[in-house]
């Protein structure tokens, strides 16, 4: 009776000498795995808000600058999503091949040039051609980059990941409209180009290098156990 009662008590842990670890016990957060998330989903506001959401703002006073007529430059951006489109696929096989890291920073640092390509414009070509640099680094920068980069390097947490990050992102239209009417009213639309283009090259493009540095932009493919 004794021996019974002492069993009962023993610890699941150590019955037979074996440790067993807790059946629900949280995976322990990477290193830099706050950092990048962190990181990323800054550079998704902000990514999101100056190639996606901001084209709007500009119709009307370059319209009323340049006189060309609305199906033109809303061509522009049809471009743009086109040449997005199309490049999804040569982006996913370079972050298959661990250039993560490299893809997301000079992505940033197209749309910076983009931008700048766009202030100067003057006739309808250098709009599109403008737009098209835009189109490739969005396939570099929006979301779709991001989740496979989280993918690859956290398949524990990249759920969670990509969660945040969808998340996020809808601020940017919250963002965009508000702060880029701001800045062409106070300073004009080609102005305004140029300080989105800092934002892209000064702070997008760096902040990217920096969070995807290491093991989390390179890290080889993993598959997470459900």
């Not at 506001?45 to 703002?57: D, E, G, T």
């Not at 398949?155 to 945040?164: A, L, N």
């Not at 409209?177 to 090259?201: C, D, H, K, T």
């Not at 990217?208 to 932009?217: E, M, Q, S």
Request: hydrophobic share 55%; with cysteine; aromatic share 12%.
């Amino acid at each position: 009776f004794s021996t019974g009662v002492r069993a009962r008590f023993v610890p699941a842990a150590t019955k037979g000498g074996v440790d067993n670890p807790p059946m629900h016990r949280a995976d322990p957060q990477p290193a830099h795995w706050r950092s990048t998330l962190g990181a990323l989903a800054l550079g998704q506001i902000l990514c999101w808000a100056a190639l996606y959401y901001a084209f709007s703002c500009f119709v009307l006073p370059m319209q009323q600058e340049l006189h060309w007529d609305k199906a033109t430059m809303m061509g522009a951006m049809t471009l743009g999503l086109g040449v997005w489109g199309a490049g999804t696929y040569a982006v996913g096989a370079a972050i298959d091949q661990g250039h993560g890291r490299v893809i997301m920073t000079l992505g940033a640092a197209l749309a910076s040039l983009g931008f700048i390509g766009w202030s100067v414009a003057t006739e309808p070509w250098m709009l599109y051609a403008a737009w098209a640099v835009l189109g490739a680094a969005m396939a570099m920068t929006l979301y779709d980059p991001a989740f496979a980069i989280l993918t690859r390097s956290y398949p524990q947490h990249y759920r969670q990941g990509i969660t945040m990050l969808t998340l996020v992102g809808g601020f940017a239209s919250t963002l965009a409209f508000p702060a880029v009417n701001a800045l062409v009213a106070s300073l004009g639309w080609r102005a305004a180009l140029w300080v989105i283009a800092a934002v892209l090259g000064l702070l997008v493009a760096p902040l990217h290098a920096w969070a995807l540095r290491g093991k989390a932009a390179t890290g080889p493919l993993a598959t997470a156990s459900d």
